[in-house]
């Protein structure tokens, strides 16, 4: 008995009979006598479709409006939680993000969470409720709703198992855990029984989105134990913790990121301080760069290409265009069809050959590689993204068969 933090994703909550199969999860885990927070996301693709309505009426809509709209799915999917939970004879009450406590920064589209103030949950848990609590959004200091960015409502359910040390944080989704790649594009995929936060964090943020990489962060912040595990079997998940004196995983999983784009800008003059100014100009209006290659021209010139998230490659052409207007023969060039294929592993820097055997496992498939970047845990390479399936799997069999 203790306290115990569900959050249940899009796919779990998407029509009546999903909805009913939740409160079942969550009334049983509270007949067991523990106290019961759950934080839930909108249904099925609920924010896909509200983004859709936006930008069908405005592409330049403010993202202070946007945080108001995306908002509302969440507040769709806590109340019809809590009515289904009711119609059960349960006590119950559904709170939003700013009655929950949730205390962001400043920032539309992707607040951080500052702070939780959960004594409106602990008054709710007193009079024996269960608490519903809409994920994904919080109210900054504006008085405004502000949203935590897509696959947010992890991060509101790893915050509130830190802010009330909860005795357990269940993230409930449509697969059976962490698999070593994307369990719905690679057959062969292998659900990882415990996995640490390192190499979880690294996973996530190379696009593996089963667990959004903020909540993945916060959970090693806080030390929160996260287990990742499906709605729909009744099955162990994978435990998401901090793996000490474990011998470390030379490879735990692939990942892909297809929301990237390349960008080059070719004949920049080959002298000192160039690439300084061109990437300070994009950093100056928050736009974060990936890998980065720059290629030795003729006459001295060289090309840049780097990577951008595809949100911002517009914000960059223009800036970018901008700032080289009056260099001779310069262009700025870019391509959104393309995606980073990632391996990671905390243990890859001690063992030699790594790298090469991606490589191999990409030249078997006839992938071509368009740029490669790498660090102590990671090997990422950019391709064509109608590669990516492809690579995916090829990469995966090279290491886990
Ligand atoms: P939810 O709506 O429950 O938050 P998401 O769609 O955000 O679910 O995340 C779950 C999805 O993440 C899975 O359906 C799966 O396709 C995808 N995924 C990507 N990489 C992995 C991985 N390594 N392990 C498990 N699932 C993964
Ligand atoms: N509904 C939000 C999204 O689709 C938040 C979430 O699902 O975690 O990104
Ligand atoms: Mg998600």
Same mark, same amino acid.
């Given at each position: 008995?203790?306290?115990?933090?569900q959050k249940f994703?899009?796919?779990s909550v998407s029509d009546d009979q999903r909805i009913f199969n939740v409160a079942k999860i969550v009334t049983k885990a509270y007949s067991?006598?523990?106290?019961v927070?759950v934080v839930v996301?909108?249904q099925?693709?609920?924010?896909?479709?509200?983004?859709?309505?936006?930008?069908?009426?405005?592409?330049?809509?403010?993202?202070?409006?946007?945080?108001?709209?995306?908002?509302?799915?969440?507040?769709?999917s806590v109340s019809l939680l809590a009515i289904a939970i009711e119609s059960m004879k349960f006590p119950v009450v559904s709170?939003?993000?700013?009655?929950?406590?949730?205390?962001?920064?400043?920032?539309?589209?992707?607040?951080?969470?500052?702070?939780?103030?959960?004594?409106?949950?602990?008054?709710?848990?007193?009079?024996?409720n269960i608490v519903i609590?809409?994920?994904?959004?919080?109210?900054?200091?504006?008085?405004?709703?502000?949203?935590?960015?897509?696959?947010?409502?992890?991060?509101?359910?790893?915050?509130?198992?830190?802010?009330?040390?909860?005795?357990?944080?269940?993230?409930y989704?449509?697969?059976?855990?962490?698999?070593?790649?994307?369990?719905?594009?690679?057959?062969?995929?292998?659900?990882?029984?415990?996995?640490?936060?390192?190499?979880?964090?690294?996973?996530?943020?190379?696009?593996?989105?089963?667990?959004?990489?903020?909540?993945?962060?916060?959970?090693?912040?806080?030390?929160?134990?996260?287990?990742?595990?499906?709605s729909m079997?009744?099955?162990?998940?994978?435990?998401?913790?901090?793996?000490?004196?474990?011998?470390?995983?030379?490879?735990?999983?692939?990942?892909?990121?297809?929301?990237?784009?390349?960008?080059?800008?070719?004949?920049?003059?080959?002298?000192? !301080?160039? +690439?300084? $100014?061109? %990437?300070?100009? #994009?950093?100056?209006?928050? &736009?974060?760069?990936?890998? @980065?290659?720059? =290629?030795?021209?003729?006459?001295?010139?060289?090309?840049?290409?780097?990577?951008?998230?595809?949100?911002?490659?517009?914000?960059?052409?223009?800036?970018?265009?901008?700032?080289?207007?009056?260099?001779?023969?310069?262009?700025?060039?870019?391509?959104?069809?393309?995606?980073?294929?990632?391996?990671?592993?905390?243990?890859?820097?001690?063992?030699? !050959?790594? +790298?090469? $055997?991606? %490589?191999?496992? #990409?030249?078997?498939?006839? &992938?071509?590689?368009?740029? @490669?970047?790498? =660090?102590?845990?990671?090997?990422?390479?950019?391709?064509?993204?109608?590669?990516?399936?492809?690579?995916?799997?090829?990469?995966?069999?090279?290491?886990?068969?």
């Open positions: 008995m203790g306290l115990i933090v994703g899009g796919t067991q006598g523990n106290d927070v996301s909108a099925g693709s609920t924010t896909d479709d509200l983004i859709a309505k936006a930008r069908g009426i405005n592409m330049h809509a403010s993202k202070r409006e946007m945080d108001v709209l995306l908002s509302s799915g969440e507040q769709i709170l939003l993000g700013w009655q929950a406590g949730f205390h962001t920064c400043l920032t539309y589209g992707s607040a951080k969470i500052e702070k939780v103030d959960s004594h409106r949950i602990k008054k709710e848990l007193d009079k024996k609590v809409a994920g994904f959004q919080g109210i900054n200091e504006c008085s405004d709703i502000t949203t935590m960015g897509r696959g947010g409502s992890d991060t509101s359910a790893v915050a509130i198992a830190a802010a009330m040390n909860a005795d357990a944080c269940r993230i989704t449509d697969v059976e855990g962490v698999y070593t790649a994307d369990p719905k594009i690679v057959k062969n995929a292998k659900k990882l029984n415990i996995i640490d936060y390192d190499e979880m964090l690294e996973l996530s943020t190379l696009g593996a989105q089963v667990l959004n990489n903020r909540s993945v962060e916060m959970a090693k912040k806080y030390n929160v134990e996260v287990e990742v595990l499906s079997e009744d099955v162990p998940g994978t435990v998401v913790k901090e793996m000490k004196n474990v011998e470390k995983r030379a490879i735990s999983g692939v990942a892909a990121d297809n929301n990237i784009a390349r960008i080059t800008v070719t004949n920049i003059p080959d002298k000192p !301080g160039f +690439a300084f $100014k061109l %990437f300070s100009k #994009l950093s100056a209006n928050n &736009i974060m760069v990936d890998v @980065i290659l720059q =290629s030795h021209g003729k006459n001295n010139l060289n090309d840049i290409s780097f990577t951008v998230t595809n949100d911002c490659l517009g914000d960059a052409v223009n800036i970018l265009k901008k700032y080289t207007g009056n260099w001779e023969n310069s262009e700025i060039l870019y391509d959104e069809n393309v995606s980073k294929v990632s391996i990671v592993g905390t243990g890859m820097e001690t063992q030699v !050959g790594i +790298a090469s $055997k991606m %490589f191999e496992a #990409l030249y078997e498939a006839q &992938i071509n590689i368009q740029m @490669i970047s790498t =660090s102590e845990i990671k090997v990422s390479v950019l391709i064509d993204s109608s590669d990516t399936n492809l690579a995916l799997n090829s990469i995966h069999d090279k290491f886990f068969r």
